[in-house]
């Protein structure tokens, strides 16, 4: 089954400080993308960062890495330098057939 | 290109009533993906489209639900006989052949 698994229902991070939500997916593809969006208390969903499943090398984005583990199944993302704006819904998509697969999300909080 | 654009932001509406949502995706993205979000949870997928073509519905998409794209450009959403259970954002998203949506602002609906 394909599915996608975000184990943190909630966290919270002091301003400047690092975070790291974790995710887990389950697949049968070989090759696919992985993807973190964040969707801020606006509702607008923004993708954050994606990561290649056949590219060893993580994905960065400025503030943003990812850990991605293809045996595991795994695909971590890292904040560095916290930022109050980067307090939103964190949601970990993953490949599913026709479509990606999101998992319930992260609730982060930044605290100032 | 203004992204993908969703009408309305919301609407209220009576158990029992016909809501129709209409969404613009991007206009050279020829993927148009409808989801339904509920509060605190991720999305869900409702069904897929690549140009006018409905690839996929998920089994959430019950008979009450229909969804066009009309020469694969917008699309609507429509929901019939509406149900408190239907309350949710729906959300729309487009992408070319690519890894990766826009998602629009989506559409909150209340059922009263």
């Known amino acids: 089954a394909q599915t996608v698994t975000q184990s943190q229902p909630e966290m919270s991070v002091q301003e400047a400080e690092t975070v790291t939500l974790s995710c887990t997916y389950d697949?049968?593809?070989?090759?696919?993308?992985l993807f973190w969006y964040k969707q801020p208390p606006s509702r607008q969903m923004i993708l954050v960062i994606r990561?290649?499943?056949?590219?060893?090398q993580n994905a960065t984005e400025n503030r943003f890495s990812v850990n991605f583990q293809k045996a595991a199944k795994s695909f971590s993302l890292k904040i560095s330098d916290s930022q109050l704006g980067d307090t939103a819904m964190y949601f970990c998509?993953?490949?599913?057939?026709?479509?990606?697969?999101f998992g319930t999300g992260t609730r982060l909080k930044v605290l100032a | 290109d203004t992204g993908v654009s969703q009408n309305p932001r919301h609407k209220i509406t009576k158990r029992g009533q016909n809501v129709t949502f209409r969404c613009d995706p991007i206009s050279e993205h020829n993927r148009l993906y409808w989801y339904r979000q509920t509060l605190g949870q991720g999305p869900e997928f409702l069904t897929y489209?690549?140009?006018?073509?409905?690839?996929?519905k998920s089994r959430l998409l019950s008979d009450r639900f229909s969804a066009e794209r009309p020469k694969g450009s917008f699309s609507t959403l429509e929901i019939q006989r509406t149900e408190q259970g239907d309350s949710a954002m729906y959300l729309c998203?487009?992408?070319?052949?690519?890894?990766?949506?826009?998602f629009g602002s989506g559409t909150r609906l209340t059922v009263v």
């Open positions: 990561q290649e499943a056949y590219k060893q």
């Open positions: 489209f690549q140009n006018e073509a409905q690839l996929e």
């Open positions: 697949t049968s593809e070989n090759n696919y993308y």
């Open positions: 998509a993953g490949p599913g057939t026709y479509k990606y697969i």
């Open positions: 998203a487009s992408s070319l052949t690519g890894p990766g949506y826009t």
